[in-house]
């Protein structure tokens, strides 16, 4: 459990975790800690882990506290990308063009941050789009960035480094599945 700024403050064991992964809408978690642990709060973060390991940093959205028996706390999360909604572009703001490539686009959509949490790490697309958007804020027009491009466009974050790395990346084409029995 980390506060605001990253800074961490417990280790939590919950007594169940329930983890929804997808982009759109963001990731979420959900989990029920029992009686005693770190009380939490809207806001804070929280690395969460499955059995392949870290699944990232989530941002507290939800905190409910249940008294009597079977006392604690349920908190719901959303994956920390969401943090790019607290930011808003006032007015009409136009981006983009002949010359001004995809990477640029984004560069200039993430400096737009108050709290410079999200850089832009790699950027496999060099489109000359033009962009539009009014009164957006900074997740919703980086979403709609993916929109018009070619191929299948796919966020991958870095959350191991600060700021948090946010990659574009064009996926395959070729359908992958794996089975593992044991």
């Not at 882990?49 to 699944?55: F, H, P």
């Not at 959303?78 to 703001?93: F, K, Q, R, S």
């Not at 990477?103 to 489109?127: D, P």
Request: charged fraction near 25%; include cysteine.
């Amino acid at each position: 459990l980390m506060t605001r700024t990253g800074r961490e403050v417990a280790r939590l064991r919950p007594e169940k975790l329930a983890l929804t992964m997808r982009m759109t809408p963001l990731s979420t978690a959900e989990m029920i800690l029992p009686e005693g642990e770190t009380t939490l709060s809207v806001g804070m973060l929280a690395e969460v882990y499955d059995a392949e390991g870290s699944a990232g940093i989530f941002r507290v959205t939800e905190v409910e506290r249940r008294a009597g028996e079977g006392s604690g706390q349920t908190a719901r999360l959303e994956h920390a990308l969401c943090t790019l909604e607290d930011d808003v572009m006032p007015g009409y703001v136009e981006l983009g063009g002949k010359g001004v490539n995809t990477r640029e686009v984004l560069e200039r959509l993430l400096s737009r941050q108050t709290e410079k949490r999200w850089a832009l790490g790699m950027c496999e697309y060099a489109a000359e789009f033009a962009y539009s958007w009014e009164n957006e804020n900074l997740l919703r027009a980086l979403l709609s960035v993916t929109q018009v491009l070619e191929g299948n466009p796919m966020w991958t974050f870095d959350q191991s480094v600060t700021p948090w790395l946010l990659n574009l990346k064009k996926a395959g084409d070729a359908d992958g599945c794996e089975c593992r029995q044991s």
